[in-house]
């Protein structure tokens, strides 16, 4: 295949295109452990960026440091020209196993993060229930998270993420402890929030089908310490439909390309 249209080299970053986030030269070290090494990386706004590449090699801590839950040992991160320095309004966190609070609603749940931000009740409410709509889940506003099912429990932190309005939203593996059924649901839900919401989304996953189904651009990482192999923007089977992704050449030949650069960093 020609991924000449597909796939691009690495960029300066004053090359990129308009980017909601930037992470200039980021190094992290743990230690002894080299996590990240001068890694440089631009994140369309608008657009969906999936982090892949093998176990280990630095996706979450990456996605840390954005969100401002890690300092970098070096290198700098902007979110719309301004430095980050910890955790802010303009981002919000999706995690891996869902972080909700046991004692609280769903509509508790979801409007959690703008009780934190001293959003009056009615208001909170009434952006939370929009959102659990929004994610499928009409109807549950009064059930307990002990109540739902792991995927449902998922729906309600990625409606708690949503319902805050913040401009980035970040994703660490949010679909890894569903079924495979209800996670090819999430990512159609996801690419139909993504043409929605008009949000930058940073999706780290260990699939390759999922990163090429739900991605506008992929950034490959190398094993640590990590920095940018490669950048992959799909562009043919865009715009065609969820349904007939899966079947399209481009995302065939895509995946096949992929899993042929990351087959030796797996062990």
């Known amino acids: 295949m020609d991924m000449s249209q597909t796939k691009t080299p690495v960029q300066p970053v004053d090359a990129a295109p308009d980017s909601a986030v930037s992470?200039?030269?980021?190094?992290k070290t743990y230690g002894a452990v080299e996590a990240l090494r001068d890694l440089s990386l631009e994140f369309p706004r608008g657009q969906l960026t999936s982090l892949l590449g093998p176990s280990g090699c630095g996706k979450t801590t990456l996605l840390k440091i954005i969100a401002g839950l890690l300092e970098p040992t070096s290198g700098t991160v902007e979110v719309n020209g301004k430095t980050v320095t910890g955790p802010g309004p303009d981002r919000a966190f999706v995690f891996q196993d869902f972080a909700l609070l046991p004692w609280a609603t769903v509509l508790r749940n979801a409007a959690f993060g703008l009780e934190m931000r001293g959003v009056a009740r009615a208001e909170r409410e009434d952006r939370a229930a929009h959102y659990i709509k929004e994610v499928g889940l009409s109807g549950f506003e009064n059930a307990y998270p002990h109540e739902l099912s792991g995927g449902m429990r998922q729906r309600v932190g990625l409606a708690r993420a949503l319902a805050v309005d913040a401009q980035v939203l970040l994703m660490d593996e949010p679909f890894s402890a569903v079924d495979e059924q209800t996670r090819r649901k999430f990512q159609e839900d996801l690419l139909n929030l993504v043409r929605n919401e008009n949000k930058t989304f940073i999706f780290v996953t260990h699939s390759i089908e999922e990163a090429v189904y739900v991605s506008d651009q992929i950034a490959i990482l190398l094993p640590r310490p990590s920095r940018v192999s490669e950048i992959i923007r799909p562009t043919g089977f865009r715009g065609k439909g969820v349904d007939n992704i899966r079947r399209d050449p481009e995302y065939l030949d895509i995946v096949?390309?992929?899993?042929?650069?990351?087959?030796?960093y797996v062990e």
């Open 256 to 264: 096949d390309e992929i899993w042929a650069s990351l087959r030796s």
């Open 23 to 27: 992470t200039r030269n980021i190094s």
